[in-house]
Structures are given as structure tokens and as C-alpha cells.
């Protein structure tokens, strides 16, 4: 079983939503790193829709997850642009390809999971990086208030500088 290291992605005092990262140990680059400079690429077919995550990503942090409906289903993996928006916020959206995937161990503390094309099979079937996705998220559940806790908002590692899950 590999073993995978909890970062900070997006994570400032100022943020009503904070957002963490997951990387496996032997890589060199978080799988939300992955993600972006997989399809945030000058001339990419796909880089408006990342560029719209991006930006989405900014409204969650500045406003709080509270502005976009996401079901309350524990343990599972849930996926960036949202189906919908409960909140307006200043953004045009007609479509997205992509997913990026998440937990919210937390309200307002997510952790970024890493994505894909959103639809990139024949009948609709996800992409891998969503069976991956769910890998992170049985992973961390498990380890929930074990190896890390969360105190005033922020993911704190209970030994050591980083937060390691087995």
C-alpha cells in the first residue's frame, strides 16, 4: 500500500475555505499539481475549464463552501465545478470537461484529490483519477483524528511537520 502525504494547497488565515492536497510519498508533485499542469497549459483544448476551477476555487476560499450545493454523502469523493450553484457568484459557466475531485473532512477544510477528463469513456463512464480519488478518501476517513486533527480551521499534523497516511 503506497503512502501519501496531506499538503497545503490553498490555505491562508484571510480564507473562509481553506483547501489541502494530497501526494503520494514518492512523488515529487501532489496530484492537484498534477491536475493543473496537466490542463493549464497555454493552447490546451481543455484550458479554459481549468482556468474556470481555478477561479472557482478562489469564490470557495473568499466566501466559504456554503455558495455551492454539494450532497452531505460521507467518505466519498465529490467533484469540482459542482452540479450546481447555490449561491450566484461572479463567473459565466456553460460546461466544464474537467473534474477535480474532494473530500470535505470539515466544513470549509477540503482536500483536493486530483482529477481528470470528466467524461473521457465511451457511456459516460468517470475517469480513473475518480477511482483514485476514492482511494484518498477511504484512506483519510480511516485516519480521521488519528494522524492529523483540525483546530480553528486548519489541518494540523499530530507528529511531525507533515501528515502522513498509511
Known amino acids: 500500500m503506497k503512502t501519501f502525504v496531506i499538503e497545503e494547497f490553498y490555505v491562508d488565515e ?3 475555505c481553506n483547501f489541502y492536497t494530497v501526494k503520494f ?10 491536475f493543473f499542469e496537466s490542463y493549464d497549459v497555454e493552447g490546451h483544448e481543455f484550458r479554459d ?3 474556470y476551477i481555478t477561479v472557482l476555487i478562489e469564490e470557495i476560499a473568499a466566501k466559504g463552501s456554503q455558495i455551492i450545493y454539494r ?3 460521507e467518505a466519498r469523493a465529490l467533484a469540482l465545478p459542482p452540479e450546481k450553484m447555490i449561491r450566484e457568484i461572479n463567473l459565466e459557466y456553460t460546461g466544464n470537461n474537467l473534474r477535480l475531485y474532494y473530500v470535505e473532512l470539515r466544513t470549509n477544510i477540503w482536500l483536493l484529490l486530483g ?4 467524461h473521457n469513456l465511451p457511456k459516460g463512464n468517470p475517469p480513473i483519477a475518480f477511482h483514485e480519488a476514492q482511494y ?3 484512506k483519510a476517513v480511516e485516519a480521521y483524528n488519528i494522524e492529523y486533527k483540525i ?3 486548519r489541518v494540523i499534523p499530530a507528529n511531525g511537520t507533515e501528515i502522513i497516511i498509511y
Do not use: M, W, Y
Open 14 to 16: 484571510q480564507n473562509r
Open 136 to 138: 484518498f478518501v477511504k
Open 151 to 153: 483546530h480553528d480551521g
Open 49 to 51: 475549464d481549468v482556468l
Open 71 to 73: 450532497p452531505r454523502d
Open 115 to 118: 482529477g481528470g477528463i470528466a
Open 25 to 34: 510519498d514518492d512523488e515529487d508533485v501532489s496530484e492537484t499539481v498534477k
